[in-house]
């Protein structure tokens, strides 16, 4: 069955530092998404993306994030300068319709800024 | 702003029905769902039901919508032990948006 696929599952780094996450989603799914838990608290929608652009983005997504889909198949989250509140668990999903299909999720890569 | 409410906890036992309750404020809402989420994994939809319903049943899982009231409910019959993970509410509020509004999820611990 076709899944969606992060890495790292988990990464450890330094405040201030550069991070990427990867994510590889589902072949034929058309829209792309970022998803933030913060331990204890909501899931929390970070960014939309479709036809190689932004489509929708929350006030967390701020000049630090940036989104990338640089060859087709994989699509990248990458923090500029991690502080501490950014630690939390990071969702790739991705879906073949924009509001009538279900999320497919992936396993998160969780991310700790010391 | 759109918001989705949930319990935190809910403990039953085995072979029990559980019931996990939300409540959501975006009444254009035309499609709610629920997600579970088992330890260490991500996200997996379990279920969803069009606005214009009352009630969708799918095998041992119940969903019942009261858009008066906003209320939205996933009944579990005979609960087992490896229905323990927390389980999320979800709205994808209408106008065009893609983001998918999640509550705050209901860790349900099944007691054997």
């Known amino acids: 069955e076709p899944e969606v696929t992060q890495t790292p599952s988990h990464q450890v780094t330094q405040m201030g530092q550069e991070v990427i996450l990867r994510c590889v989603p589902i072949s034929n799914h058309l829209y792309f998404y970022w998803y933030r838990q913060i331990l204890g608290q909501k899931v929390e929608f970070l960014v939309s993306f479709y036809n190689n652009e932004i489509s929708e983005k929350s006030e967390i997504f701020d000049d630090q994030f940036s989104v990338e889909r640089p060859d087709g198949s994989n699509f990248t989250l990458k923090i500029r300068s991690t502080k501490l509140e950014d630690s939390a668990m990071y969702f790739c999903?991705?879906?073949?319709?924009?509001?009538?299909?279900?999320?497919?999720f992936g396993e998160g890569s969780r991310l700790t800024v010391l | 702003g759109e918001d989705v409410e949930q319990s935190l906890f809910l403990s039953v036992r085995e072979g029990d029905s559980s019931v996990i309750n939300c409540t959501y404020t975006?009444?254009?809402?035309?499609?709610l769902y629920w997600y579970k989420q088992e330890p260490g994994a991500g996200l997996q939809l379990l279920t969803y039901i069009f606005s214009n319903m009352d009630m969708k049943q799918d095998q041992r899982l119940t969903v019942l919508l009261n858009k008066k009231d906003k209320h939205l409910s996933l009944r579990i019959a005979d609960t087992q032990t490896g229905d323990s993970a927390i389980y999320f509410c979800a709205e994808i509020p209408t106008s065009g948006t893609y983001k998918y509004i999640f509550g705050t999820g209901t860790r349900l611990k099944v007691l054997a």
């Open positions: 999903a991705s879906s073949r319709d924009s509001n009538t299909g279900e999320l497919f």
């Open positions: 975006d009444s254009s809402s035309t499609y």
